[in-house]
Nanobody, 117 residues
Framework: QVQLVESGGGLVQVGGSLRLSCAAS????????MGWFRQAPGKEREFVSS????????YYADDVTGRFTISRDLHGYNTHLQMNSLKPEDTAVYYC??????????WGAGTLVTVSS
């Protein structure tokens, strides 16, 4: 079993920055990738960014490219999402996701990001 705990959400003004973190614990030795999804009120959950654990390749949704940066902490099974130039449309619950060999996938409980105009 794997546990994912997100932190770093909150209220920020337009143009501001936030840094989300996700810590994975438990059976993490076969981690393949970690990533972030978000779900705004009344909308489907959507992909934001991901990072491959081996090699560190990163991927971004078009609307966050150039503003968000995902990173990983090799001292632990942690990932971070640095979000800059935040817009009201970035308001959502942000979920951490971890993928493992064999198809195991786990989700965190989510952290709320609110961007006020």
């Amino acid at each position: 079993q794997v546990q994912l705990v997100e932190s770093g959400g909150g209220l920020v003004q337009v143009g501001g920055s936030l840094r989300l973190s996700c810590a994975a614990s438990g059976r993490t030795s076969t981690l393949v990738a970690m990533g972030w999804f978000r779900q705004a009120p009344g909308k489907e959950r959507e992909f934001v960014s991901s990072i491959r654990w081996s090699g560190g390749s990163t991927y971004y949704a078009d609307d966050v490219t150039g503003r968000f940066t995902i990173s990983r902490d090799l001292h632990g099974y942690n990932t971070h999402l640095q979000m800059n130039s935040l817009k009201p449309e970035d308001t959502a619950v942000y979920y951490c996701k971890a993928d493992f060999l064999g198809g195991r996938t786990y989700w965190g409980a989510g952290t709320l990001v609110t961007v006020s105009s």
